[in-house]
C-alpha cells in the first residue's frame, strides 16, 4: 500500500491549500482515509476522515467548518480543502489507511495500532 500526500506550502493567516493523497489499488477495498497532522513538540492528531464505503467525512473541532475532505474514485486520491488558515494550522499534514480501519477511530490516541500505512507527510506553513 502507498500513499503519497503533496500541496502542502506557505499560506498566509486566512488564505487556502488543498493537499491531495493518491492511493494505491489495494485501498479500493479499504473503508477510510484519514488526515492528520503533527506540530512540532505535538503528537500527530487527526483532523479529518472519509468513510470510502458511503462518502462520510468526519472532522477534528479546531477544523470543522474551514476544511473538506472529499474523494475522486476514478483518481482514488482524496483532497483536503484547507480555508481560513490559522497559524495553528502550521503542522506537517500526513494522510494514512489500513484494510480494517474505520473514521471512528481517526481521533484515537493510539494511531499507531489502526493506521498501518502512512503517506510521506507534507509541511503546510500558515505565516503572513
Known amino acids: 500500500v502507498q500513499l503519497q500526500a503533496s500541496g502542502g506550502g506557505l499560506a498566509q493567516p486566512g488564505g487556502s491549500l488543498r493537499l491531495s493523497c493518491a492511493a494505491s489499488?489495494?485501498?479500493?477495498?479499504?473503508?477510510?482515509i484519514g488526515w492528520f497532522r503533527q506540530a512540532p513538540g505535538q503528537e500527530r492528531k487527526g483532523v479529518a476522515c472519509?468513510?470510502?464505503?458511503?462518502?462520510?467525512?468526519h472532522y477534528a473541532d479546531s477544523v470543522q467548518g474551514r476544511f473538506t475532505i472529499s474523494r475522486d474514485r476514478a483518481k482514488n486520491t482524496v483532497y483536503l480543502e484547507m480555508s481560513s488558515l490559522k497559524s495553528e494550522d502550521t503542522a506537517v499534514y500526513y494522510c494514512?489507511?489500513?484494510?480494517?480501519?474505520?473514521?471512528?477511530?481517526?481521533?484515537?490516541?493510539?494511531?499507531?495500532?489502526?493506521?498501518?500505512?502512512w503517506g510521506q507527510g507534507t509541511l503546510v506553513t500558515v505565516s503572513s
Open positions: 494514512a489507511t489500513d484494510s480494517g480501519v474505520h473514521c471512528g477511530y481517526f481521533q484515537t490516541s493510539q494511531l499507531s495500532i489502526y493506521w498501518d500505512y
Open positions: 489499488e489495494e485501498t479500493l477495498n479499504y473503508h477510510a
Open positions: 472519509i468513510d470510502l464505503d458511503d462518502g462520510g467525512t
